[in-house]
């Protein structure tokens, strides 16, 4: 057997996840491979469901105007259940639309997972830093935990084999040939029966549901009225989730049976499962015109006892860690966004931007202290989803609301951490007040969108948009009214030559960039949103590290931001909207997963500073 190649990212599985941790890797020298037993890209089929937190994600990554581009939104929800007058059949009970106010875009839209997958691995293929071999599977793994502590160290050690001919899913059926690999951090986003779980020791908590489902995605032949809608339909007889797709066609999700007999899955067949949706759709009819897809399972409802093991050297996410049904439409977007959380602290920490062992490995603690009880929120949100569909209530417009925020991300609030810092003077996250109530600025919640104008153009942008995933953070200076209130001026110009200063009164060591043109040259980006009248600033009368000079390209003119109209979408009213007093203002370390790092005063320059020594990225 040859000597084990070495890279520093082993990821099992090239599905959603896996190529979403992999997008973190781009324009960088840290060695990846993805090694999946499909012989190639998913080509139809599974998830679909896409949440505007995940699209911000795409946009990060650069392709979300592909994505968007094919997705079909969903603008409208139609609520459906049985006769109020006790006859027979189903009745709208209302119609309501598909939107959160806070978010300020689309709420959720529909795109085929293997489509996702499509465009997040053209965005890989430029890069020979990535590799993906398919039809691979591991054969062993060991891990030595006595060089977890070591930064530079080797210590996962695989084995890989090709499958078999014919061989779709157990792992372990390889052919002869086979290589080792040697990797810094192995990742297992290997799916609900994941190999690297059951290697890791790593339990599923939980049970399985005591129903089985099938899902069609088919063009309908139907006189249903709301069939471009997404509906719910809620019958005697069982409940249905309807979302519309592009090109004619919509996806169904049946419950086929319940109770303790449960058939196996694989004895389903599709008639059987469009007998159960004619049932509950009754008195309408239904008819498949084409099918392009279908399948049937039993969804389990568990959570993994660990996202990590051998002191952070291997992870787990999205199925792999925890699985639930699917009417939320939260499968790919949670373990998107599971991967989204972990790529930024492992790219961090592998261009060496976090200065000892030991902050590193805290750093990766937070994957877990943070993903982990996300999970278990969504598990004991899919438990409870479908009441409120079980009978009419009068509070249901309220609570339907509630969960539809909740499916959009924006009740996740990550726990204090070297990586959160609460506001000075608070000692618990429950002194920060309700988190589904408004789009604010808290700590440990992603970043609000928001629309603002750049001061050089007028140009229009949102932010998360600008908020390019290249490992670098964020410190966004909500400088107020500087035109009109000369001590915000005043302090605006004291920040700003501070955050530019090199040596330990400064933080020029992070605010500058990194000589030799390497990766991650920039690691703290610094921004500017004011809210003065726009004609009466000069972008160059501002303080050098808000529009710093290129010797090569000249001034960057895209760090300064007005709140004011543009010219055709209107005005962000960005400081109301996110509750900033203009005489005050704020500043905001933004994490580069676009999660709120701390929020201080504007003037706060040793609050910022304290956040990255904190890290271990400022001595």
């Given at each position: ?5 070495s890279v ?6 090239a599905?959603?996840a896996?190529l ?9 020298n ?8 499909k ?5 139809r ?10 699209n ?8 979300g105007?592909q994505?968007?581009?094919e997705s ?12 109020k007058d006790g ?5 709208r009970?209302?119609v309501?639309?598909d939107?959160?106010?806070e978010?300020?875009?689309?709420r959720e839209?529909?795109l085929?997972q ?5 465009h997040?691995?053209q ?6 830093n990535?590799q993906?071999?398919?039809?691979t599977v ?15 160290a ?9 499958v ?9 059926n390889?052919t ?16 609900a ?5 059951k ?20 063009v309908?032949?139907?006189?249903f009225p709301?069939?471009r809608?997404v509906?719910y ?7 249905i989730l309807?979302v ?9 999700y049946?419950?086929?049976e319940s109770g303790?007999?449960?058939p196996?899955?694989?004895?389903l067949?599709f008639?059987?499962?469009m ?5 509950i759709?009754?008195?309408y009819?239904?008819d498949a015109?084409?099918?392009?897809w279908?399948?049937?399972y039993r ?7 660990h996202?990590?093991t ?6 787990l996410?999205?199925d792999a ?8 439409g ?8 599971d991967?989204y959380?972990?790529?930024?602290k492992?790219?961090l920490i592998?261009h060496?931007?976090?200065?000892s ?8 603690r937070?994957?877990?202290s943070?993903?982990?009880p996300?999970?278990?929120?969504l598990?004991a ?7 409120l569909?079980?009978?009419?209530s ?22 204090p951490s070297?990586a959160?810092?609460?506001?000075r003077g608070?000692?618990?996250p ?8 408004k789009?604010?600025?808290?700590p440990?919640k992603?970043?609000?969108e928001?629309q603002?104008v750049?001061?050089?153009d007028g140009?229009t ?5 600008r908020l390019?995933a290249?490992g670098?953070f964020?410190l966004?200076v ?7 209130q ?5 302090k605006?110009?004291?920040l ?5 200063a ?6 020029g ?5 990194l000589?030799g ?7 703290l980006?610094?921004l500017l949103?004011?809210?003065a ?5 000069e972008?160059?009368s501002?303080p050098?590290v ?5 010797e090569t ?11 004011a109209?543009?010219?055709?979408e209107?005005?962000g ?6 509750e ?12 580069p ?10 003037d ?6 304290g956040y990255f020594?904190?890290?271990g990225?400022?001595?």
């Amino acid at each position: 057997m040859a000597n084990p190649e070495s890279v520093d990212i082993l990821i099992i599985g090239a599905g959603p996840a896996g190529l979403a941790l992999a997008n973190w890797f781009r324009n960088s020298n840290i060695r990846v491979l993805l090694v999946d037993k499909k012989p190639g890209p998913t080509t139809r089929g599974q998830a679909e469901g896409l949440k505007s937190t995940t699209n911000e994600i795409f946009e990060t990554f650069g392709i979300g105007a592909q994505i968007t581009a094919e997705s079909w939104r969903l603008e409208e929800i139609a609520i459906w259940g049985a006769r109020k007058d006790g006859g027979a059949g189903i009745e709208r009970e209302q119609v309501i639309q598909d939107k959160v106010e806070e978010l300020g875009k689309i709420r959720e839209t529909m795109l085929q997972q293997s489509r996702v997958e499509h465009h997040m691995l053209q965005n890989l293929l430029p890069h020979s830093n990535i590799q993906i071999q398919y039809d691979t599977v591991p054969a062993s793994v060991k891990i030595d935990a006595a060089l977890s502590n070591e930064t530079d160290a080797y210590p996962v050690e695989v084995t890989l084999a090709g499958v078999a001919s014919d061989e779709e899913d157990f792992y372990g059926n390889g052919t002869d040939a086979e290589e080792r690999i040697r990797a810094k951090y192995i990742v297992g986003c290997d799916g609900a029966r994941s190999w690297l779980r059951k290697q890791l020791n790593v339990t599923l908590e939980g049970d399985l549901t005591d129903s089985v489902f099938g899902v069609v995605d088919m063009v309908p032949k139907s006189n249903f009225p709301d069939i471009r809608k997404v509906c719910y339909l809620r019958a005697d007889t069982g409940t249905i989730l309807l979302v519309p797709r592009s090109n004619k066609e919509v996806r169904l999700y049946i419950p086929v049976e319940s109770g303790s007999a449960l058939p196996d899955p694989k004895d389903l067949t599709f008639a059987r499962i469009m007998d159960a949706a004619r049932r509950i759709l009754s008195p309408y009819t239904l008819d498949a015109g084409s099918v392009a897809w279908w399948s049937a399972y039993r969804v389990g409802q568990r959570v993994g006892s660990h996202f990590s093991t051998h002191g952070e050297r291997a992870f787990l996410v999205g199925d792999a860690v925890h699985t639930h049904s699917p009417k939320a439409g939260q499968g790919m977007n949670t373990s998107i966004q599971d991967a989204y959380n972990l790529g930024w602290k492992l790219r961090l920490i592998l261009h060496k931007h976090i200065h000892s062992a030991g902050a590193a490995q805290t750093l990766l603690r937070t994957y877990e202290s943070e993903r982990r009880p996300v999970a278990l929120d969504l598990i004991a949100f899919d438990r409870g989803y479908l009441k409120l569909f079980a009978a009419p209530s009068a509070q249901f417009d309220t609570e339907f609301l509630r969960a539809m925020k909740f499916t959009t991300g924006l009740s996740i609030r990550y726990p204090p951490s070297r990586a959160v810092h609460l506001h000075r003077g608070v000692t618990s996250p429950a002194d920060l007040g309700p988190s589904l109530l408004k789009a604010d600025l808290v700590p440990g919640k992603r970043l609000p969108e928001f629309q603002v104008v750049y001061q050089a153009d007028g140009t229009t942008t949102r932010i998360h948009a600008r908020l390019h995933a290249t490992g670098a953070f964020r410190l966004l200076v909500f400088a107020g009214d500087i035109v009109g209130q000369t001590q915000l001026r005043d302090k605006l110009e004291t920040l700003g030559a501070r955050l530019a200063a090199p040596g330990p009164e400064g933080l020029g060591e992070l605010t500058g960039t990194l000589s030799g043109g390497g990766p991650d040259t920039m690691r703290l980006e610094t921004l500017l949103v004011h809210c003065a009248e726009r004609d009466k600033i000069e972008l160059l009368s501002l303080p050098d590290v808000f529009r710093p000079w290129s010797e090569t390209e000249g001034y960057d003119y895209w760090r300064v931001f007005a709140d004011a109209d543009s010219a055709y979408e209107g005005h962000g009213h960005v400081y109301e909207r996110l509750e900033i007093e203009r005489e005050t203002g704020c500043a905001v370390v933004v994490r580069p997963d676009g999660y709120v790092g701390a929020v201080l005063e504007v003037d706060d320059f040793e609050g910022v500073k304290g956040y990255f020594q904190g890290l271990g990225m400022f001595r």
